[in-house]
């Protein structure tokens, strides 16, 4: 990363942040400052340094309060799940209650959403298992006592038929989960949560590490049914009716859960429509397959709700909740998960020493406060702004169509889709297009001659993202307008001295 930085010359070192603005020191030593459309990759939904937020952090720390205590009472966290209900029960209208397991990363708020549903469903096996073993204890003893006849078939005596069945049923039970993600999801880099993120440079060397996944079309998701099928598998039971045994078959939960962006981040800023959203619920239910809604990026208000999945009126089994939870200060991590399938045996099988710290969990208590203050102003002021960022991405977009493909996004989680120049006349454009790295270079341009950041999705890098805080400002918007005209101008001059020198 330093190598690329330093090519594109950019490998500069930020020595200060605040709200929307990153500084670093030019050579007389003076700040310059920089406008972060980055915003620390949608962590920073407060901006960079939110008083209130590092106020409370500081208090905190002077309080003398401890920061790790764990195996203790910790109310701080009981709180935070407290606010976290009241929003899902606002937003979503139900009264079902999540319960919460805090951890320190995005990714690592996936693998509890992917351990949990594991786990639930290895309870599950266990649960078919006893039962059948119970069913299969009957019969043979109906059969041994004269009560009941053997089905025809192969077996020769009862325990021939309860070998066989017995055996079919460990083949099956030892299967390992079918997970789903859709194609060009990122739900992060360990080792079970980069076998969800679609791009296959991060996914395919430790693909032997890890439950593999089923990618579903992002725009078919009627796909789920037909996969189903094909994955379908079934537990030998036995069962008595009317003094003979029948071999019937038990439904086997294949899968472990499906996992969404309603809002894909990485993968290029693409929205799933409320359709969509939809089609996957009903799916996924009819399979009895939960749904984990990945709302890292997407959540903590930037949308215009707290949840991008509300409006489209997707309710989860687990959300996985980071980024902006933590305010851009701590590094805090949740996955909510829905009380009908919460096993709480659960929460002494994942922890972890630094999460749910004491400091992490003061400060996101501050940083629900600040965004459900005056009945939620944050996310009013999230769409405001979202909406007059849109605008202007729009009217670019049709100001210079040979150059920008379209905007795409909600509220303050926006992407704009540069063309592929990989067949442009001048040959370093074209090349750095063929060579995936022409949002980098575009990136680059906008920082050194313009003090605007922001870079490229990680998955689809065409499309430059724009994450910056709900305080945006007007001039800030002004001067990303003006900074985007350049490009525009200059990539439809294909002058690319101005992109990489003489
Ligand atoms: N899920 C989504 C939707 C993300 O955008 C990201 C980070 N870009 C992750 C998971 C992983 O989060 P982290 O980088 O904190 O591990």
Same mark, same amino acid.
């Given at each position: 990363?330093?190598?690329?930085?330093?090519?594109?010359?950019?490998?500069?070192?930020? /020595?200060?942040?605040?709200?929307?603005?990153?500084?670093?020191? #030019?050579?007389?030593?003076?700040?310059?400052?920089?406008? +972060?459309?980055?915003?620390?990759?949608?962590? @920073?939904?407060?901006?960079?340094?939110?008083?209130?937020?590092?106020?409370?952090?500081?208090?905190?720390?002077?309080?003398?309060?401890?920061?790790?205590?764990?195996?203790?009472?910790?109310?701080?966290?009981?709180?935070?799940?407290?606010?976290?209900?009241?929003?899902?029960?606002?937003?979503?209208?139900?009264?079902?209650?999540?319960?919460?397991?805090?951890?320190?990363?995005?990714?690592?708020?996936?693998?509890?959403?992917?351990?949990?549903?594991?786990?639930?469903?290895?309870?599950?096996?266990?649960? %078919?298992?006893?039962?059948?073993?119970?069913?299969?204890?009957?019969?043979?003893?109906?059969?041994?006592?004269?009560?009941?006849?053997?089905?025809?078939?192969?077996?020769?005596?009862?325990?021939?038929?309860?070998?066989?069945?017995?055996?079919?049923?460990?083949?099956?039970?030892? $299967?390992?989960?079918?997970?789903?993600?859709?194609?060009?999801?990122?739900?992060?880099?360990?080792?079970?949560?980069?076998?969800?993120?679609?791009?296959?440079?991060?996914?395919?060397?430790?693909?032997?590490?890890?439950?593999?996944?089923?990618?579903?079309?992002? +725009?078919?998701?009627?796909?789920?049914?037909?996969?189903?099928?094909?994955?379908?598998?079934?537990?030998?039971?036995?069962?008595?009716?009317?003094?003979?045994?029948? /071999?019937?078959?038990?439904?086997?939960?294949?899968?472990?859960?499906?996992?969404?962006?309603?809002?894909?981040?990485?993968?290029?800023?693409?929205?799933?429509?409320?359709?969509?959203?939809?089609?996957?619920?009903?799916?996924?239910?009819?399979?009895?397959?939960?749904?984990?809604?990945?709302?890292?990026?997407?959540?903590?208000?930037?949308?215009?709700?707290?949840?991008?999945?509300?409006?489209? *009126?997707?309710?989860?089994?687990?959300?996985?909740?980071?980024?902006?939870?933590?305010?851009?200060?701590?590094?805090?991590?949740?996955?909510?998960?829905?009380?009908?399938?919460?096993?709480?045996?659960?929460?002494?099988?994942?922890?972890?020493? !630094?999460?749910?710290?004491?400091?992490?969990?003061?400060?996101?208590?501050?940083?629900?406060?600040? %965004?459900?203050?005056?009945?939620?102003?944050?996310?009013?002021?999230?769409?405001?702004?979202? #909406?007059? %960022?849109?605008?202007?991405?729009?009217?670019?977009?049709?100001?210079?169509?040979?150059?920008?493909?379209?905007?795409? *996004?909600?509220?303050?989680?926006?992407?704009?889709?540069?063309?592929?120049?990989? #067949?442009?006349?001048?040959?370093?454009?074209?090349?750095?297009?063929?060579?995936?790295? !022409?949002?980098?270079?575009?990136?680059?341009?906008?920082?050194?001659?313009?003090?605007?950041?922001?870079?490229?999705?990680?998955?689809?890098?065409?499309? %430059?993202?724009?994450?910056?805080?709900?305080?945006?400002?007007?001039?800030?918007?002004?001067?990303?307008?003006?900074? @985007? $005209?350049?490009?525009?101008?200059?990539?439809?001059?294909?002058?690319?001295?101005?992109?990489? *020198?003489?």
């Amino acid at each position: 990363m330093q190598n690329l930085l330093a090519l594109l010359g950019i490998d500069v070192e930020y /020595v200060r942040g605040e709200g929307n603005t990153l500084y670093f020191l #030019d050579e007389a030593g003076r700040e310059v400052p920089v406008i +972060d459309y980055a915003g620390g990759y949608g962590a @920073l939904v407060l901006g960079h340094n939110h008083p209130e937020v590092v106020a409370t952090a500081e208090s905190f720390l002077r309080s003398g309060n401890p920061v790790l205590a764990q195996a203790s009472r910790q109310p701080a966290a009981g709180r935070v799940l407290a606010r976290l209900n009241e929003i899902v029960r606002r937003e979503f209208g139900t009264t079902e209650p999540y319960y919460g397991v805090f951890s320190n990363s995005g990714a690592e708020s996936v693998e509890v959403a992917l351990k949990h549903a594991e786990f639930d469903r290895q309870l599950t096996v266990r649960g %078919l298992l006893g039962e059948i073993a119970e069913h299969v204890e009957r019969a043979r003893e109906a059969v041994r006592s004269g009560a009941a006849t053997l089905p025809d078939g192969p077996d020769v005596d009862v325990d021939a038929l309860v070998d066989r069945v017995t055996a079919a049923n460990a083949v099956v039970a030892a $299967r390992p989960p079918v997970l789903l993600a859709l194609e060009g999801s990122f739900h992060g880099k360990l080792v079970g949560s980069v076998q969800l993120t679609h791009n296959a440079a991060y996914r395919t060397p430790f693909a032997s590490m890890a439950a593999q996944v089923r990618f579903v079309p992002f +725009d078919q998701p009627e796909a789920i049914a037909k996969i189903a099928e094909e994955e379908r598998a079934v537990l030998l039971d036995l069962r008595l009716e009317d003094g003979h045994v029948r /071999v019937v078959e038990r439904d086997f939960p294949v899968f472990g859960a499906l996992f969404m962006e309603v809002i894909q981040g990485e993968g290029g800023i693409r929205e799933v429509t409320a359709e969509q959203a939809r089609t996957i619920r009903q799916a996924c239910t009819a399979i009895g397959c939960p749904v984990v809604v990945d709302e890292i990026q997407s959540g903590m208000g930037r949308t215009g709700a707290f949840f991008a999945s509300s409006p489209i *009126g997707l309710q989860a089994d687990y959300y996985t909740l980071a980024k902006g939870l933590g305010g851009g200060i701590t590094k805090t991590a949740l996955t909510l998960i829905r009380g009908q399938r919460f096993r709480p045996e659960f929460d002494l099988v994942h922890s972890s020493t !630094f999460a749910k710290d004491g400091l992490s969990l003061a400060v996101t208590l501050k940083v629900l406060d600040v %965004l459900e203050a005056e009945g939620g102003q944050a996310y009013r002021q999230a769409a405001e702004r979202g #909406d007059r %960022l849109t605008r202007l991405l729009r009217s670019l977009v049709a100001a210079y169509p040979q150059v920008l493909k379209e905007v795409r *996004g909600k509220g303050l989680m926006l992407g704009l889709e540069f063309r592929d120049l990989s #067949d442009a006349a001048a040959p370093r454009l074209r090349e750095a297009a063929r060579a995936d790295m !022409f949002g980098y270079v575009v990136s680059a341009y906008l920082l050194r001659a313009h003090r605007i950041r922001t870079f490229p999705t990680a998955s689809a890098v065409n499309t %430059l993202r724009f994450e910056p805080s709900i305080y945006l400002t007007d001039e800030e918007t002004a001067a990303l307008e003006a900074a @985007l $005209r350049d490009v525009c101008a200059r990539l439809g001059d294909q002058d690319e001295e101005a992109f990489f *020198g003489p």
